[in-house]
């Protein structure tokens, strides 16, 4: 069950303590994390890191035909809503956005690509400065807006995917004209219909074309750093972390080039499209650990979740993984680096391909690309679920936290059998209730324990860093 939350109040209190303590003479600081929800404040940026490479085309024609799911989970059947004019509409208004909840969410799109963008030039090396660009004709999709899946659709196919060594099929009967170019029904982009939604665009070299091998990115992927970047360029004071040794941002050209991005009080969604693994720079040789990224996306201080759709990979409890389809010429060790930043923030990981031999990962035959309306599906459900992840001020002792909402205690959720191995962390993983998340310090809720509209969530604890203090009588 997806339920949409607003934090409006965080504090933190000292929680008396049963009397038979006193006789200790100590005490530990007891902290309750508390939030009230209210309706109507979703506010969700909503950040495609698309891979540029040559071997994404398939991929990005499914992200591009399959993105009214999307949408439509997020629109309800009746788009961005209706109109207010009376108390009688305000509250039929409420009781029809309280069952359709995708319909109060608040989103803004952007995309940027995995490696980097050739837009001073286009020339064949990426260009200083370029990554966590965001790209597009219009580069901020919000809800409301007239035509947003044209619009995302041209973004991706115009500006985001490399065409160049494609076999584009021709479609003679294409009825599409500019401004209207629907995507074919069959599901397969045509020249016809690319030529369509991409007339008219801009590019930084004038003879530059859709199908120009200018749009392809290199073959070292950076999807996590991808997503820094394009934090860096979207905050007046970008944090230290944006000049670490590696990074190619510079404060003065480069801040606030992502212009109207990153509102004040919105929670970060980040999806990765990628075949491929992560390169990241603050990533050592072997290492798949997201800390360093986790805590310098903590610098920006706001909520942020990572989904992915990428490489096939899966592993056992034993490290033994079976990798399949992998057309992007992936490692394991960085495929894991994006599935590890997306299990530390309650994110999913859904496979990019379908089909495929276990034991055989080089055998391609019967790979083919999955199904993105399944998978944008789940994208929207996500961002109607953010907020069931409680953040809290410390790192607490697990064996103290008490949930409550509205006052009544929460039981523990419960790992579902056969899903231990599992990459993803869904409604399905677990039993309703609640579980701890180390990786991001958070409290998570689970199926019909989601806290609903308007509801008081109290998370009682003892930090594991609390200093014993001497009673003063």
């Not at 909840?101 to 286009?122: E, H, P, W």
């Not at 260009?127 to 004709?137: H, I, R």
Request: overall charge negative; glycine content about 8%; hydrophobic content about 35%.
């Amino acid at each position: 069950m997806a339920h949409t939350i607003t934090r409006t109040l965080i504090k933190t209190i000292a929680v008396t303590l049963p009397m038979g303590l006193l006789s200790c003479n100590k005490y530990e600081m007891f902290r309750l994390a508390g939030y009230e929800q209210n309706s109507f404040g979703s506010e969700v940026d909503v950040l495609f890191v698309i891979d540029n490479s040559g071997s994404m085309a398939d991929e990005a024609e499914g992200l591009m035909s399959n993105f009214s799911s999307f949408i439509g989970t997020l629109a309800g059947e009746n788009g961005a809503g209706t109109a207010t004019e009376t108390l009688t509409d305000a509250v039929g208004n409420y009781i029809t956005y309280t069952a359709d909840r995708g319909r109060i969410v608040d989103y803004q799109l952007a995309i940027t690509t995995t490696s980097d963008r050739y837009s001073d030039g286009f020339t064949p090396q990426p260009d200083p400065g370029e990554v966590g660009l965001l790209l597009g004709e219009q580069l901020v999709l919000a809800k409301g807006d007239a035509n947003v899946e044209t619009s995302f659709q041209q973004n991706v196919g115009c500006w985001a995917t490399c065409w160049s060594g494609y076999e584009m099929p021709t479609d003679p009967a294409y009825a599409g004209v500019p401004g209207d170019c629907e995507f074919p029904e069959n599901g397969v982009a045509s020249k016809e219909y690319l030529d369509c939604v991409c007339l008219g665009i801009e590019y930084p070299v004038e003879s530059v074309d859709w199908d120009d091998n200018a749009l392809c990115g290199s073959g070292e992927e950076k999807p996590i750093e991808a997503v820094l970047q394009s934090l860096c360029r979207s905050v007046e004071e970008p944090p230290e972390i944006c000049d670490h040794i590696e990074s190619e941002f510079d404060r003065e050209r480069d801040t606030l080039s992502n212009p109207d991005w990153l509102r004040e009080d919105a929670t970060l969604v980040v999806i990765i499209v990628t075949d491929e693994g992560d390169s990241s720079d603050l990533y050592s040789a072997g290492d798949d650990d997201p800390a360093n990224y986790l805590e310098a996306f903590a610098a920006f201080d706001r909520p942020i979740k990572f989904a992915a759709i990428g490489p096939d990979l899966s592993c056992d409890e034993y490290n033994d993984c079976a990798l399949r389809c992998n057309s992007g010429g992936a490692t394991p060790n960085g495929i894991r680096r994006i599935q590890n930043i997306v299990e530390a923030t309650g994110g999913f990981y859904r496979p990019i391909t379908e089909g495929g031999d276990d034991d055989n990962e080089d055998n391609l035959t019967d790979c083919q690309p999955a199904n993105y309306s399944v998978h944008l599906e789940d994208l929207g459900r996500l961002l109607i679920s953010l907020e069931t992840a409680f953040q809290l001020q410390s790192v607490p002792d697990e064996s103290t936290l008490r949930v409550y909402v509205d006052d009544e205690p929460v039981l523990r959720s419960e790992l579902l059998q056969g899903d231990e191995e599992s990459n993803t962390l869904n409604d399905e993983s677990y039993t309703d209730g609640w579980s701890y998340n180390p990786g991001n310090n958070s409290v998570m809720f689970w199926g019909s324990a989601i806290p609903d509209f308007n509801q008081d969530v109290q998370i009682f604890y003892r930090p594991v860093d609390g200093s014993p203090r001497e009673l003063p009588f």
